[in-house]
């Protein structure tokens, strides 16, 4: 069965103080990983997909880094405007319709 | 691009009745769009997943005759909550994937039921 774990649950940070989000996984045959930011009372919203161990993305001040084994979701001098949850999920080749196995999620509050 | 909706956005009702919920694919063609719940601080649930055409999947656990879905088209899919109850209440979310954009999921803005 496939499981993603997030850590740490909750973050808080000052701004400008940088830190980085875990997901870790195990997945039958790992097809995906995707990163999505979640604001109170809204969907979330899609940032990256990673497809094999070692590829790297980027956008703005988010960086979405993959092995083997685990995702990290770097990020880089927040400011209050990053504070959300932060999802991530993964897709094995072997998922009936293409469905996503969600972690727990991160939620991170950003103070300036 | 990749853009979903959903309406109504906010659903109000009284126990026993049915509340109908679209998620629609505005600048896409979806074969397949997938339904979540989600209660307060926890992550998504995968209730089912829609396909065009056919019969929807339904996660274990998620009776089908109480969540009625219908994906008539390449771009909407409805659920329908039958006789809800308060237990109902939650926040729906739907997905669709861009087939054309890799296999990403793009989410709806989420539809908040309330059952009095």
């Known amino acids: 069965e496939d499981q993603v774990t997030q850590s740490p649950e909750a973050l808080r940070l000052q701004e400008g103080e940088s830190s980085s989000l875990n997901c870790s996984y195990t997945?039958?045959?790992?097809?995906?990983l995707f990163w999505y930011r979640q604001d109170p009372g809204k969907g979330p919203e899609f940032l990256f997909t990673?497809?094999?161990a070692g590829e790297e993305k980027e956008k703005e001040r988010l960086k979405a880094t993959l092995t083997k084994k685990e995702s990290f979701l770097h990020i880089t001098a927040p400011k209050p405007e990053d504070s959300a949850t932060y999802l991530c999920?993964?897709?094995?080749?072997?998922?009936?319709?293409?469905?996503?196995?969600f972690g727990g999620g991160t939620r991170v509050l950003v103070k300036p | 691009g990749a853009v979903v909706s959903q309406h109504p956005s906010r659903v109000i009702c009284k126990s026993g009745t049915s509340v109908k919920i679209e998620c629609r694919s505005l600048d896409f063609q979806a074969t397949t769009m997938f339904w979540y719940r989600q209660f307060p601080k926890q992550s998504l649930m995968l209730m089912a997943t829609s396909n065009e055409g056919s019969k929807a999947t339904y996660e274990q656990g998620v009776e089908k005759d109480k969540f009625l879905i219908n994906h008539a088209s390449l771009t909407l899919s409805t659920l329908t909550v039958t006789s809800a109850h308060p237990e109902d209440s939650s926040f729906y979310i739907c997905?669709?994937?861009?087939?054309?954009?890799?296999?990403?999921?793009?989410f709806g803005p989420g539809t908040r039921l309330t059952v009095l």
């Open positions: 990673l497809y094999s």
């Open positions: 997945v039958s045959g790992l097809r995906g």
């Open positions: 997905s669709a994937r861009d087939p054309l954009s890799g296999s990403a999921q793009y």
């Open positions: 999920a993964v897709q094995a080749w072997e998922a009936a319709g293409n469905k996503l196995t």
